[in-house]
T-cell receptor, first 114, second 113 residues
Framework: AQSVAQPEDQVNVAEGNPLTVKCTYS??????LFWYVQYPNRGLQFLLK??????LVKGSYGFEAEFNKSQTSFHLKKPSALVSDSALYFC????????????FGKGTHLIIQP | NAGVTQTPKFQVLKTGQSMTLQCAQD?????MSWYRQDPGMGLRLIHY???????DQGEVPNGYNVSRSTTEDFPLRLLSAAPSQTSVYFC????????????FGQGTRLTVV
């Protein structure tokens, strides 16, 4: 069975500082990894994905993620945080074998302080 | 382009009542799925469908039924609502390929009293 862990319930960062939101995963076979963001009272929005190839993936709103196979990690990063980045962030892994349904981590609240 | 549309946005039910949460997508996606979101637990998969006429159970299927008669629609039925089903429900759709991202609806906030 596959699983995703987000070890931090909340991450606090000052505006303008770099941010990292951590994610580790466990899958059999090649991992297909995703980051989603959820703003209050909204659905989830896709940020970026890792399928294969470069270990540094660039996505929406200036976010990027670093895939590390040996550490089974897929951390979300941004060089300079904005107050508007404050939201709930989810890491997820896609199943194989013709099934559907992402396996999500529990989510990390990102709070950017002015 | 509407994307994934869920109705209603809010609903209050009494214990034992039944209801159907509607989900429709206009992107011709083969795969559709239902999740529930509870505080501190992330999103958990209830049921999914890989095409019209094909459905399967996810992680938390008990108390819910689904059907997929068309590519566009994937309703979720609560047979006899219980307080434990108080949650926010999200519908999602995506293309068949595993590397494609899912598109989510805006959610239905359900309270069972």
């Amino acid at each position: 069975a596959q699983s995703v862990a987000q070890p931090e319930d909340q991450v606090n960062v000052a505006e303008g500082n770099p941010l990292t939101v951590k994610c580790t995963y466990s899958v059999s076979g090649n991992p297909y990894l995703f980051w989603y963001v959820q703003y209050p009272n909204r659905g989830l929005q896709f940020l970026l994905k890792y399928i294969t190839g470069d270990n540094l993936v660039k996505g929406s709103y200036g976010f990027e993620a670093e895939f590390n196979k040996s550490q089974t990690s897929f951390h979300l990063k941004k060089p300079s945080a904005l107050v508007s980045d404050s939201a709930l962030y989810f890491c997820a892994v896609s199943p194989g074998g013709g099934a559907d349904g992402l396996t999500f981590g529990k989510g990390t609240h990102l709070i950017i302080q002015p | 382009n509407a994307g994934v549309t869920q109705t209603p946005k809010f609903q209050v039910l009494k214990t034992g009542q039944s209801m159907t949460l509607q989900c429709a997508q206009d992107m011709n996606h083969e795969y559709m799925s239902w999740y529930r979101q509870d505080p501190g637990m992330g999103l958990r998969l209830i049921h999914y469908s890989v095409g019209a006429g094909i459905t399967d159970q996810g992680e938390v299927p008990n108390g819910y039924n689904v059907s997929r008669s068309t590519t566009e629609d994937f309703p979720l039925r609560l047979l006899s609502a219980a307080p434990s089903q108080t949650s926010v429900y999200f519908c999602a759709s995506r293309l068949r390929e595993r590397n494609t991202e899912a598109f989510f609806g805006q959610g239905t906030r359900l309270t069972v009293v």
